[in-house]
């Protein structure tokens, strides 16, 4: 294995499960939180933002929000994580 190979950025797309999700918001309009977009740092924590579409419809920026410091949702971002490393580990090479 290549020790100098560098991977600048592992990022996975969870869709948070409709009893967790909550509004925000942004620019003057609401959004429903319906993805967490997390990040693996170069330390090895996690980073998660959160991701939605305007409650009144249509597509709306692409705005990011903060993630509520709540266990349940620390709970889907651990399990996710650890979900996307056993499908990394298992992956079958180029298709």
């Given at each position: 294995m290549n020790s100098d190979l560098e991977v600048s950025a592992l990022a996975i797309n969870v869709t948070i499960p409709q009893a967790l999700r909550w509004t925000g918001t942004r620019r003057g309009e609401?959004?429903?939180?319906?993805?967490?977009?997390v990040r693996?740092?170069?330390d090895g924590h996690l980073?998660?933002?959160a991701y939605g579409r305007p409650v009144g419809g249509g597509r709306g920026a692409?705005?990011?929000f903060p993630v509520p410091d709540k266990p349940e949702l620390a709970a889907?971002?651990?399990e996710a994580s650890s979900r996307a490393g056993e499908l990394w580990a298992a992956h079958r090479g180029l298709g």
């Amino acid at each position: 294995m290549n020790s100098d190979l560098e991977v600048s950025a592992l990022a996975i797309n969870v869709t948070i499960p409709q009893a967790l999700r909550w509004t925000g918001t942004r620019r003057g309009e609401a959004f429903t939180l319906t993805t967490l977009n997390v990040r693996l740092l170069p330390d090895g924590h996690l980073a998660v933002k959160a991701y939605g579409r305007p409650v009144g419809g249509g597509r709306g920026a692409y705005v990011s929000f903060p993630v509520p410091d709540k266990p349940e949702l620390a709970a889907l971002v651990a399990e996710a994580s650890s979900r996307a490393g056993e499908l990394w580990a298992a992956h079958r090479g180029l298709g």
